[in-house]
């Protein structure tokens, strides 16, 4: 009988228990697996030798609890008894046979994830008592789930990452080796253990710098002995048996993909639902802790990772952390590569989306880059702020009977890949020797430059603030879009590839836009200024003090910073704040006054269903705790006698028929006046374009609302040379409603200069 001795959870659903066994424990070596059968009916479970102790007569094994087998072996607690516990199997690690000389002659790494860190904890101690120093990278989704991290501490130097940065670094094992190789460490070996997908990238890694990789294939088996071929592996276009060639093999010739293929074929519903039901419950899915990543039901997408709400509410760090390359990977499969692809005619700027999936599904990221690059200057922006639900991905066909594949995020993990591996898209053309002007570093602006550059013109921007980006680096908030990062390195991408970027320059102030054409020599204007002119209520109180628009409020924390120690932008932050709206705005502001510690509520007079924000934005804001005051109407700012808020009226409404937008107008409900206790008050209620150009353009016709009339196609206005597009036409829209226009405008300035 083979009785449990101790047990202990290492990390959520992660057991470790020392079992007596003392043949097995006599016998064992570094790399070797034992096959556990719990009961007469019972399977039998696989599992990698994490330690063993030959004066104990015990073998120590961790798993992961993932289906039925697993959840009841953890059931058993210490005293009682496995059937049967069959071991050692399998090759022991090549490094044992090596004489002292050769041991202290190689440099190796191990890297291990999730249970794949257990195995690899025999392997180093085994080489540390031999005096070999080695170093270790473990991983996984947050530090909690590590496991053996300080007995790995006292016998290698160890390296740990987590997706969440709760570690020294962040982010994927692979990421940490190249960090480690590229900073002059040498390795003569590489020693990977963990999910299958895992050791596929650290064995490319590894064989992009020439480092030999070896991976342990603990495959699905049934007898372990080599009589029933269920552990067979592709090793080099022949057949191996995990169980008696290896379970270390060498990377460069494992089929990895067949690999996971047969490793799903065996797993069980019961296993999947549970896999399923955990990964809804946490919001993400973690790729160096399990197989769940390899058997999800393609109806599904592949789940995001999300910094903790507790946590996320009291920073400004990136909220959604993306994928990364294997669950990139995964989710790129569920594409059906329609014949007739609707998501790239819900796309304003009509990125060839099934292409650049495809190859990102087949691993194939730069290639994946250029599709986009054809396009989008904005990759990375687009895939975090864009509103897929009701564009692309709210025309996916898989969006017909499962959930749409994650378009935004897979475009915006091409995008940071392109940024992570310093990636710049050359100038494809010659210049043609015209010159284009374009007013605003905005998605307009910058798609416009970007197209009109890659056709072979001379393109200046000129941007009014300090810093390029437009309403990307003022408008919204870096825990949605980090500046420094993405949107600093998209728009210098641009730079690079040709266009030339002024800024502080107010056109209208600095220069008229008659004067870039008649002195600069510019042959057209785009004209891409955004609509950053707030609108207000006029209802009474509002010009007290604590009474601000969501414009000024975001652009002193997002553009001037007013949130981080050593800046000096004042800033005026109360403690019961009331944001007055209900679109991505709001949202955002809203979100950012909760971070620098108020109490917030969004006042909005329709129901939640007709909110304009982003249903993602808004379950974010719910899920920090934010108050969501709807079918409400503010009538009156109400002030102390210092001429500060201390209250919000407001009447209580109820919907009636649609208006002209196609929502339900809102009626309010007789004698329904109430107030609510706030000290600030933020509007954001919209914006509309700043008349300085204008107002300072001789012949440029405006509306009523102070945008500029220009084509819907061509952006053509009613000055001759001079085009407009995005915000500055529209009114506040979106970003990417902002870039497609760029794209019209700059084909029709090519067609305008070719013509003359």
């Given amino acids: 009988m083979f009785t449990i001795r101790t047990k202990k959870e290492l990390a959520q659903d992660t057991i470790l228990m020392e079992v007596e066994a003392p043949r097995i424990a006599q016998s064992a070596l570094p790399g070797q697996f034992l096959i556990v059968k719990m009961e007469e009916n019972s399977e039998r479970v696989p599992l990698t030798i994490s330690d063993y102790d030959l004066e104990k007569g015990t073998v120590t094994i961790v798993f992961k609890i993932i289906g039925g087998s697993t959840r009841k072996m953890a059931e058993y607690a210490v ?31 191990f890297v291990g994830g999730g249970v794949g860190i257990a195995p690899i904890y025999p392997q180093v101690k085994w080489l540390h008592a031999h005096g070999v120093e080695v170093d270790c990278i473990i991983g996984a989704r947050t530090r909690s789930l590590l496991v053996f991290e300080e007995e790995l501490r006292s016998v290698c130097n160890l390296y740990v990452t987590t997706d969440d940065g709760t570690s020294e670094y962040k982010g994927v094992v692979t990421e940490v080796l190249k960090t480690l190789v590229e900073g002059g460490k040498h390795y003569d070996e590489v020693v990977a253990i963990g999910p299958m997908i895992m050791m596929k990238f650290v064995s490319q890694t590894a064989q992009s710098y020439g480092i030999k990789c070896t991976v342990s294939l603990n495959s699905l088996m049934v007898d372990g002995t080599g009589m029933c071929g269920a552990c067979r592996v592709s090793i080099g276009g022949q057949t191996k048996f995990t169980c008696v060639d290896g379970p270390e093999f060498d990377a460069s010739l494992v089929d990895f993909d067949l690999a996971m293929k047969r490793q799903a074929m065996y797993n069980t519903v019961e296993g999947k639902k549970q896999m399923e039901a955990e990964e809804e419950a946490e919001g993400h899915i973690c790729h160096v802790g399990g197989i769940a990543d390899e058997v999800r039901d393609k109806k599904h997408r592949i789940p995001v990772r999300e910094q903790d709400p507790k946590v996320r509410a009291k920073n400004f760090n990136e909220v959604c ?65 864009c509103p897929q639900e009701k564009q692309c991905e709210g025309n996916c066909v898989m969006g017909k009977k499962s959930e749409p594949v994650a378009i935004g995020k897979l475009e915006r993990f091409v995008g940071d890949w392109v940024r992570e591996n310093k990636i710049v898209f050359d100038k494809p053309v010659q210049n043609n020797g015209h010159k284009v002007a374009v007013i605003g570093s905005g998605p307009s602006g910058i798609t416009c430059a970007k197209d009109l550059m890659m056709m072979g013109y001379d393109v200046t921007v000129f ?42 320059i107010i056109i209208g102030r600095t220069v008229s836009i008659d004067d870039l054409m008649d002195k600069e020599g510019f042959e057209a204007v785009y004209i891409a200024s955004g609509a950053g002119l707030p609108n207000f209520m006029n209802i009474p109180g509002e010009n007290l003090c604590g009474v601000v628009s969501a414009n000024e409020f975001l652009t002193r924390n997002n553009l001037l910073f007013a949130y981080k120690e050593g800046y000096e932008t004042p800033n005026y932050v109360g403690k019961k704040v009331a944001v ?12 950012t006054a909760l971070r620098l510690g108020a109490d917030v509520k969004i006042v909005y007079r329709r129901s939640e269903e007709e909110l304009p924000a982003r249903a993602e934005e ?45 929502r339900r107008k809102p009626v309010v409900i007789p004698d329904s006046e109430f107030v609510l206790d706030v000290d600030m008050v933020i509007m954001s209620i ?11 353009t001789p012949g ?23 085009f407009a597009g995005g915000d500055a036409v529209s009114g506040a829209a979106t970003v990417i409603l902002a870039m497609g226009a760029g794209k019209k405008a700059a084909k029709a300035i090519d067609e305008y200069i070719r013509s003359k």
């Fill in 618 to 662: 808004v379950h974010h804001a719910k899920e920090e705790g934010v108050e969501f005051h709807l079918l409400c109407n503010p009538i009156e700012i109400l002030g102390d006698d210092n001429g500060w808020v201390n209250g919000m009226k407001c009447n209580r409404m109820q919907l009636g028929d649609a208006d002209a937008s196609g």
């Fill in 580 to 591: 007055v709206g209900g679109g991505n705005v709001a949202m955002d502001a809203a979100r």
């Fill in 79 to 109: 005293g009682q008894s496995f059937r049967d516990v069959v071991g050692p199997l399998g090759r022991p690690s090549e490094f044992v046979s090596l004489t002292q000389e050769e041991l202290k002659s190689k440099k190796f790494v």
């Fill in 686 to 696: 919209g914006t509309s374009p700043n008349p300085l150009i204008s107002s300072t």
């Fill in 321 to 385: 952390l993306g994928y990364n390359a294997e669950e990139a990977i995964l989710e790129a499969q569920r594409c059906l590569n329609c014949k007739n692809p609707q998501c790239v005619k819900g796309c304003p700027v009509n990125v060839h989306i099934p292409e650049f999936i495809k190859y990102v599904a087949e691993g194939n990221f730069m290639e994946a880059a250029k599709v986009i690059n054809r396009d989008s200057a904005l990759p990375a922006v687009c895939g975090r702020v």
């Fill in 463 to 504: 941007e009014a603030l300090h810093e390029y980006g437009g309403v990307l680096v003022y408008g919204i908030p870096a825990f949605r879009l980090p500046k420094e990062t993405v949107v600093r390195y998209e728009i210098e991408n641009v730079q690079k590839m040709g266009v030339h970027f002024e800024k502080d």
């Fill in 700 to 722: 440029l016709e405006i509306d009523k609302k102070n945008c500029i009339v220009a084509d819907e196609e061509s952006g053509q206005t009613s000055r001759q040379g001079v």
